[in-house]
């Protein structure tokens, strides 16, 4: 049995088959998931698991270079944007619109859905290569 990390079979599976520019998405549990998506669902209730300790528990396993969160998020939920920006302070961060980024997880290898309610609660990462540049300002929790 894995001693630690993310334990969900699934999640563990696609992290560890993440390469460099790959991109997936968290998302909050009434993001509208495309069918075609790989979905890997890890919503029990209201708040469980909530975003944060979902990111928490995938940035233990992997680098990301680049974030993309909806435009709306600022306005819409703003404590939960001002997390975010504070944990990928080194890292690109891309605001769009929430229509361009439903369309972009048409586009993405698999998609994390949370338990989370607060609106807007999504986000899109690119993995990063192991390279130094990358992993030095990364201690992000």
């Known amino acids: 049995m894995k001693k630690f990390g993310v334990l969900n079979k699934d999640l563990s599976g696609e992290l560890a088959g993440l390469g460099h520019m790959d991109e997936f998405i968290i998302c ?4 509208p998931i495309p069918k075609e998506a790989k979905r890997i669902d890890l919503a029990l209730t209201k708040g469980l698991p909530g975003f944060m300790d979902t990111l928490k528990a995938i940035l233990s ?29 080194y890292q690109e961060f891309v605001l769009i619109p929430h229509s361009e980024f439903k369309n972009k997880s048409k586009e993405v290898k698999f998609i994390v859905r949370t338990g989370e309610f607060i609106p807007y609660a999504n986000m899109l990462l690119v993995a990063a290569s192991q390279a130094d540049e990358f992993k030095k300002n990364f201690d992000l929790f």
């Open 28 to 31: 909050d549990a009434g993001f």
């Open 61 to 89: 396993e992997v680098v990301v270079e680049k974030v993309i969160v909806a435009e709306e998020t600022e306005k819409v939920s703003p404590e939960f944007f001002e997390q975010l920006r504070d944990i990928f302070k």
